[in-house]
């Protein structure tokens, strides 16, 4: 049976919200989604690649729009081994220079160190909440809706 996630991650991929910061926007997302099976936030010392699971339908190139889908599985794979020092990619479709981040996902996903999630939440969040937790972590985020 699959289940429901939500993440919150920050638009800047580095970004990192200090202790205080990260623990009250976790609360308040708690005040909002109650019926979530669990709310937490966690920061990772290498960015993460957050996706929507089963629901990743395209990557797309940001300079031509082709479909990265050929090459992306193996940059990611790459990214994965070797860290940072493969974050940047040049694409094989234009010869462009850009970020795994930069890339564009259908829907949206993306790379982050500070990551809120929502697991089963009853509701999606509405942008007045999504502005407040930006608010309170001092950085605007960017929904990842994920069936897992």
């Not at 081994?81 to 940047?88: D, E, I, K, L, S």
């Not at 564009?104 to 790379?111: E, N």
């Amino acid at each position: 049976m699959s289940s429901n996630q939500l993440f919150l991650i920050p638009d800047v991929p580095e970004y990192a919200p200090n202790q205080s910061a990260a623990r009250q926007a976790r609360d308040f997302l708690k005040s909002v989604l109650p019926d979530a099976d669990e709310v937490k936030s966690e920061l990772n010392d290498a960015l993460i690649f957050v996706d929507p699971g089963a629901n990743l339908e395209l990557v797309a190139c940001p300079q031509c729009g082709r479909n990265a889908g050929k090459w992306w599985g193996e940059a990611l794979q790459n990214y994965r081994r070797n860290g940072a020092a493969a974050f940047v990619v040049v694409t094989p479709c234009c010869g462009k220079r850009t970020s795994l981040d930069g890339l564009h996902y259908r829907p949206t996903a993306g790379f982050a160190r500070f990551v809120l999630s929502a697991h089963n939440p009853v509701r999606a969040i509405t942008r007045k909440e999504r502005q407040q937790l930006s608010r309170l972590v001092g950085c605007n985020l960017r929904e990842v809706s994920a069936v897992v």
